[in-house]
């Protein structure tokens, strides 16, 4: 598990990157997830979209979690570029990319954030927006 970061709006700057951390595709959750979700879903493929976006958003809740008044308003251009085989070590990241203060309480915060396997290539890609309290 990640250590969350305490953040506020004012904490984060654009071009900042944040590792969410890792995990690992788990050949038996890569198992029971074909089976219960998409039956007949070889997992000689690899991990399916759904498993690799579940994946992420654990990662990124694990990191944003103890981030200041925190609400995900939207997650947009997800990219799923390849299903990591069972046992691949897939790394994320949180890239700032914008930031916008909203009165005196509260800033959207927009971030790409990524999942990368052990070579470094792009597995995963998505445009979050959020809302970060101001101290």
């Known amino acids: 598990m990640t250590e969350a970061l305490h953040v506020h709006f004012e904490d984060l700057e654009v071009g900042q990157v944040i590792p969410l951390g890792a995990c690992a595709v788990d050949e038996a959750a890569l198992e029971v997830f074909a089976e219960r979700f998409l039956p007949g879903w070889d997992t000689a493929y690899g991990a399916p979209d759904a498993l690799v ?16 008044g925190t609400k995900t308003l ?3 251009g ?5 299903n990591p085989p069972s046992g691949e070590l897939l790394r994320g990241r949180l890239t700032i990319m914008g930031k916008d203060p909203v009165g005196d309480e509260k800033g959207i915060v927009i971030a790409q954030q ?6 470094g290539r792009l597995v995963f890609s998505c445009l979050t927006r959020a809302l970060v309290a101001r101290r």
């Open 78 to 82: 997800l990219r799923f570029m390849r």
């Open 74 to 76: 939207a997650i947009d």
């Open 53 to 68: 976006y579940a994946l992420w958003s654990r990662l990124s809740a694990e990191k944003t979690g103890g981030w200041a």
């Open 114 to 119: 990524d999942l990368l396997d052990e070579a």
